[in-house]
C-alpha cells in the first residue's frame, strides 16, 4: 500500500520529497504550532523544481541572476525553511528548523524576509506573494534589457494556494503580468481543494484555470505527486510566451490521517499521527534526523548551479568595470552619485524663481531632473499619471513591446501595484515609485506595510492629500490617513510644505535603503516658502523653523504641507497685533523623532503656546502638543474633524475653518 | 448623419436618454468639474433599465422592496443624478443638479449614501458598488426566505466600469456572487474600453466575459446604445439561475468631441464642445432645460411602480400585526427587543462565574446568547470561523439550498467581506457581523472607511489583536492597526478587557444606527477582571474605574484589553509598595471622548503620574497621556515600538516589555 505511485516508481525522488515532509512534522510537533498541510501537499512540486529547474547556488544564495523562488502560501513556510536546510543553506542549520516559530529563530512562523538568505520576501498575507512576484519578474525584464541577457536572465517561481488566489490583490497581480507578457513567472498553484473553513467550494467555485487564461496566461495541469508530471508542466511553461499557471492538484497534509482535510491545514502535532504518517511514508528515523544519502543528494541539487554561477561571474567579469560599477550600485540601492547636486541646483533654482506650484507638481519637476540621473527609477501610476504627475523626465511607457521603458501603466490596481513595486526593489536593481490618490493608500495597504515590515525602499507618491482635492468629495479626501500612515513603523511620511521641499523629500526617499517613503502631495498650488537657498536638506531634519517670531516668542504654529502657507498667513496676522510667533514646518514626524533632542527642543521650546495646523485630524498631534512641559490647554489645532465634503478647495478650507484667520485666532484664545 | 441608429430608429428613447446627457453636460460645465463621459456613454443602458426593468416608485423611494441600483462607476453620478431628477425625486431637484459638486448640495461628486433618497449606497472608490450589490443581493435572498416572497422579491443592479474590475475587490466580489448563485443580482459593465490614462489594453487585456463566467455567472452581451439589445440581454439575465454580467458596448463620451477617448472620461466643459455635442444629439434646448414631453416621459417612468408598490403595501397588511412590527424593526435597524435583558443575563453569569476566557471566547458566549433573539444578526468570517469564534448561537451556513442560514463562508475575502456587509446592512433587515484577524483589517480597509463614512452599524469582529497573537508572526500581529482604526471617524473601536466588557461591547454595537464597530478581541485568554454584576454598559462610558487605589492615589494605570489584568497586576505590585494606584479601563475611546468633561476628569484627575499599558504603538495616546495639565513627564507608556515577531505569546510580552513589573517600574521611574 504507497501513499502515491512515486513512493514506489521514483523512490529516489520520493525520499527526496520525504525529507521536506518529515522535517515539516517534527518541526511543528517541536512548535507545537504552525501548518503542516501544505508542505506535505507540495513537496513533490518542490522537489522536482529545485531538482531540475530552479536555477540557484546554495553557496551564494545573494547571485543576482538566480531564480526567485516566492512562496505566496506563507503558512508553508516549512516548505521553504526545508528547502534552504537541505540545499545546503549555511545560515538555515538543523538547529533554525528545531527552533521554527520561537523568538530569535530564524524561522519565523511565516518567511521574513531578511530573516535569512533564499527568503526572497516576506510572505503570509495571503496574496502578497504572488502579487510581489510580478514585481520580481518585471524586475528581470527591467534588467535584462538594461544589461543584456548574459547578466540577467532568469524565471520567477511562485507557489500559490486557494488563498492567494481568492484574495482580490490577487487578480490585480494576474492581470498586470498578463497584460505585460511577462513569460518568465511561473505560477505553481497548490491546488489541494482546502481551506481552514472546509473545502474551498464552501466559498469559491471559480475555475481557476479559465480564470488565469482569460487573463491571458498559459495554464498547465499536472499530478502534483507525479515527479513526472510536474516536470513536463514545468518544462512547458518555460517555454510560454506568456505567464504560466500550473494547477498542481495536491493533497494537503498526504500520507496523514488528516489529508484532504481542514485540520490538515493546520499543525499536525499528535504524536501517533506522526507517527503513523512517517511510517506511512517508509521513513524510520528520529526526529529531524535525515539519512546522509538523502541530504547528499539534496546538497548536490544545492550545488547544481555553482557551475552556472561561476559562468555568470565570468561574464560580469568580461564587462566594462564602469558597467560593472553601476550594476553593483544599483543591485545595492545606493543612490545615483548626482543626487545630492541634481537636488541642489534644483532648490536653487527655485529659490531664484520661487514658483507657486501644487507640491505635486513641484515633485514631477524633481522627477524631470532626477530621472535622467538615476537610471534604476522606474515610475508608475495606478491609472492616475496626469493627476500623480509621476510620469517625468522623459521616461517611456514600459510594455512587452519597450522593455527599455521606465513607466509602468499599473492600472487601477493600487494594491497590486504596491505588491509588485515590493518585488521590483527587492529583486535589485530598481528603485520603485508609484502613484495614486492618497486615500486610495486604503487599498494598497496590505502591500505597503509589508514596504515597512520588509524595509523596502519604495517610494509612494500619494497626491491629493487632503480636502483640497475638492469637488470628488469624501471618498477621495483623506483625513484620517496622514494618521495610519505615520502610525505605521519604518515608514517616513513626508508631506513638503513647497516646491524645495519636495525637492528635499526626494532627495530623502531615494537615499533610503530600508525604509519606504511616502510623499503626500497637493493637488492644489501653494507659494514657495523657502525663500533662500539653503544646501543643507532641511526636511531631512522632520521638522525646522520655516519663520522666526519677530520679538518676545509667544506662540508655536506648527503645520505640514499646504498648511505651512497657513500658518505663515497667521503669523502675519498675529505680528500685526505684536504677537511674536514663530511657523515651525514639520514635513516628516518621524524624521524629527529621530533628532537628538536638542533639536526638538530648539525647534519647539517650552513656553510659547502651540498650534497645529494640518488638514486632516488631529489624531497623533497631541505628541508635539504636549510635549516637553507643554499643557493641553496651551494647545490648540486647526485642522478636520471629521470626514471632508464636495466643493471646490478654497469653499472647504473656508468651510472646515482652516483658515489664517482661526490660526491665528486659535493662537488669540488660548493666550487668553 | 445620426451618433447611433437609435436616434432615427428610437426617437423616443432617444431624447430620454439625451436629457441625461445634457443635464450632464450642463452639470459639468456648471461645476467646471466632474465627470461627463461616462453619463453620456451609459445614458442607453440606463433608460431601458428605468424604463423597462427597474422596479421602483420615485414617489417612494424607501420602498423595502424596491429594486436597488447601484452606480458602482461613481464618478459618473451625473447619470444617477439626472435619473432621480427626471423620474421625479422630489429632492432630486433642478437645483440641485445645478449645485452640482458645490457645498451643501445633495450632487456632491460622487453619490453619497445620505445625501437624497436613492442613493442607495457611497460609490466612488472604485469596485465598491459591485462589492456592496453582492451584499444587497444577499439581503434580498435572506429577507425573502424569512418573510417570504410577497414581501421581499426584487432585482439588485449595478453598473460597473473598467476600473471597478480592474479593482481585486470585485474578484472577491465574483467570486463570492458566483458561490452563492445570487441569482437576481445583474451587474452592467460600462465596456467602454477607456480608462483616464488611456485604452483600457494599455494595463489589461482580460476577457471579462470570460472571467465572470470562470466564476459561475451567466454572461451576456448588447450594443449600449441599441435599445432593444440593451432591453434582451437584461431579459435573458432576470431568467437566469446564476448571478449575470452584461457586458454593453459603449462610447464614452458618446456624441462629443471627446468620444472614445479618455479625456472623454473627465469633465468637458469647453463651451463649443457642449454645444456642437447637443446639435449632434438634435437637442436644441438651453441649458438643464428638459422639454415638458420628455420630462412627461421620465415622470411616467418614475410612477410606472406606484401600482407595484400599493399591491406590496396590501400584502403587508395582510400579514400579522406582530410579523409586520418585526419587518418594520429589522428594516429600520432597531435593535432586538430582548437584547439588554440578555446582555445583562449573561454579565450575570460572568460575575458568578468569573471565567477566564480569551475574549474572542467571550464574544462566542455573547453569540450564543445574542443571536438566538436576535433573528437579524448574519454572521460571517473570511475563512476563520474557529478562530474568530462567529459561527455561534446554532445558526447554520447561508448557502443556495439553504437561505435562512445565518452564517456565511465569506472565503479568503475580508474586503469583499466588509464591503457585502455594508451591502448587507444599507438593504436593511440584516444586521452583519463578520470576522477575520485585526491585521487583516488592512485588506479590508477600504470598505471599512466607507461603512465609517455612510454610518454602517456593521460589526467587525477582529481577533486576535495584538503580539498576544504568538507564532504566526509579525504579519499577522497588529501594532498599529488600533491607531489606523481609532483615526477614522465614526468607528467605534472597542477592545474588551474580559468577558463582562465582552458582552458590553457586542451590546453597544448591536444598539448603533448609524456607526460601525469594531471589537477587538484576543486570541489568548485573560482573567475576568469585573468582580461584581453591575446593571449598567461601564463599557459604554469608554473608560472608566476598574479598580481604586487604596489610600493617596498617586499613579493611574490605564489600559485596554488584555493589557487591564496586565495593569491590574501592576497595581497589586504598586500597591505592595504603598503607592496608591488607580486602573482605568478605557475599552472604547470614542465613547470616552463623548462623555462630558466631568467624566473624563473623574476619571482621569490630574495629579497622579499616568502609564499607559497596551500591546500596541503609542501614537495615539498622547491624547490621553497628557490631558487635563497632565505633563509628559509624568507619562508613561507600556507597549511596542515597533513590529512583532514570532514566538509563543507569552515570550512576546516579556521579550517587549509589557509586563506588569515593567509598568509598575515605569510608575516608580516617573515617581522620581
Known amino acids: 500500500m504507497t501513499i502515491t505511485p512515486a513512493q ?13 515532509r518529515t522535517l515539516t512534522l517534527d518541526a511543528v510537533a517541536a512548535a507545537n504550532s504552525g501548518h503542516s498541510g501544505m508542505p506535505m501537499g507540495m513537496a513533490d512540486v518542490a522537489t522536482v523544481l529545485y531538482e531540475k529547474h530552479l536555477k540557484f547556488d546554495a553557496a551564494a544564495p545573494g547571485w543576482p541572476d538566480r531564480d526567485r523562488f516566492i512562496l505566496s502560501a506563507g503558512h508553508g513556510s516549512m516548505l521553504l525553511y526545508a528547502l534552504l536546510h537541505l540545499t545546503g543553506s549555511p545560515e538555515m542549520t538543523l538547529d533554525e528548523l528545531k527552533n521554527f516559530r520561537q523568538w530569535g529563530a530564524r524561522t519565523a512562523g511565516h518567511p521574513e524576509y531578511g530573516h535569512a538568505p533564499g527568503i526572497e520576501t516576506t510572505t503570509g498575507p495571503l496574496g502578497q506573494g504572488i502579487a510581489t512576484a510580478v514585481g520580481f519578474a518585471m524586475a528581470e525584464e527591467v534588467l535584462r534589457a538594461r544589461y543584456g541577457r548574459k547578466l540577467v536572465d532568469h524565471y520567477t517561481w511562485c507557489i500559490a494556494g486557494d488563498g492567494c488566489l481568492m484574495e482580490g490583490v490577487s487578480q490585480e497581480a494576474i492581470g498586470l503580468a498578463g497584460k505585460q507578457e511577462l513569460s518568465k513567472l511561473i505560477v505553481l498553484w497548490d491546488n489541494n481543494n482546502i481551506t481552514i473553513d472546509g473545502t474551498v467550494d464552501m466559498a469559491d467555485r471559480t475555475d481557476q484555470m479559465a480564470r488565469f487564461r482569460a487573463s491571458g496566461w498559459s495554464v498547465f495541469e499536472c499530478d502534483g505527486h507525479d515527479p513526472e508530471e510536474i516536470d513536463q508542466a514545468i518544462t512547458e511553461a518555460k517555454k510560454s510566451q506568456k505567464p504560466s499557471m500550473i494547477a498542481c492538484r495536491t493533497h494537503i497534509a498526504l500520507g496523514s490521517a488528516a489529508q484532504d482535510t481542514s485540520k490538515g491545514h493546520g499543525a499536525l502535532t499528535d504524536a501517533g499521527l506522526v507517527a503513523d504518517t512517517k511510517a506511512a511514508y517508509g521513513w524510520h528515523h528520529g526526529p529531524f534526523e535525515v539519512p546522509a544519502d538523502v541530504k547528499s543528494a539534496w546538497e548536490a541539487i544545492g550545488a547544481r548551479g555553482a557551475a552556472d554561477h561561476a559562468a555568470w561571474r565570468d561574464r560580469l567579469d568580461a564587462v566594462s568595470a564602469s558597467r560593472q560599477a553601476e550594476f553593483a550600485r544599483v543591485m545595492a540601492g545606493d543612490p545615483p552619485k548626482r543626487l545630492a547636486a541634481t537636488v541642489r541646483a534644483l532648490k536653487k533654482s527655485f529659490a531664484e524663481d520661487m514658483p507657486k506650484l501644487a507640491t505635486r507638481a513641484a515633485s514631477q519637476k524633481a522627477l524631470d531632473a532626477i530621472n535622467p540621473i538615476a537610471p534604476e527609477t522606474l515610475g508608475g501610476s495606478a491609472d492616475l499619471t496626469g493627476s500623480n504627475n509621476t510620469k517625468a523626465g522623459g521616461i517611456e511607457v514600459f510594455e512587452p513591446g519597450n522593455r527599455k521603458g521606465r513607466y509602468v501603466h499599473y492600472g487601477i490596481r493600487e494594491h497590486g501595484m504596491a505588491a509588485a513595486m515590493n518585488g521590483l526593489a527587492l529583486h535589485g536593481g530598481v528603485k520603485p515609485y508609484g502613484g495614486t490618490f492618497m486615500c486610495f493608500a486604503d487599498y494598497a495597504r496590505g502591500a505597503m506595510r509589508l514596504s515597512a515590515l520588509m524595509g523596502v525602499p519604495a517610494v509612494y507618491v500619494l497626491s491629493h492629500d487632503s480636502i483640497g482635492l475638492g469637488e470628488d468629495g469624501p471618498t477621495h479626501q483623506p483625513v484620517e490617513h496622514l494618521a495610519m500612515l505615520r502610525a505605521t513603523p519604518n515608514t517616513l511620511v513626508i508631506r513638503p510644505a513647497d516646491a524645495t521641499e519636495t525637492a528635499e523629500a526626494w532627495e530623502i526617499a531615494l537615499e533610503q535603503k530600508s525604509t519606504p517613503s511616502v510623499l503626500a502631495l497637493s493637488r492644489q498650488g501653494t507659494p514657495a516658502l523657502r525663500d533662500s537657498y539653503s544646501a543643507k536638506n532641511l526636511t531631512a531634519r522632520g521638522g525646522y523653523i520655516m519663520a522666526e517670531a519677530t520679538g518676545k516668542r509667544q506662540a508655536i504654529l506648527m503645520a505640514t504641507g499646504t498648511e505651512v502657507a497657513i500658518a505663515m498667513e497667521a503669523r502675519k496676522l498675529l505680528e500685526a497685533d505684536g504677537i511674536g510667533t514663530r511657523v515651525v514646518s514639520m514635513p516628516c514626524w518621524e524624521l524629527f523623532e529621530q533628532q537628538d533632542e536638542a533639536w526638538r527642543r530648539k525647534v519647539l521650546p517650552a513656553g510659547p503656546v502651540r498650534v497645529a495646523v494640518e488638514a486632516g485630524l488631529r ?48 493662537v488669540r484664545d488660548l493666550l487668553g
Chains 1, 2 share one sequence.
Open 619 to 666: 489624531f497623533g498631534w497631541d505628541r508635539w502638543l504636549c510635549d516637553e512641559r507643554g499643557r493641553r490647554e496651551k494647545a490648540g489645532f486647526i485642522g478636520m474633524e471629521g470626514f471632508g465634503a464636495s466643493a471646490p478647495a478654497e469653499v472647504l478650507y473656508e468651510k472646515f475653518g482652516i483658515t489664517a484667520e482661526a490660526a491665528a485666532q486659535k
Open 8 to 20: 514506489e516508481t521514483h523512490p529516489d525522488h520520493w525520499k527526496k520529497a520525504a525529507a521536506i
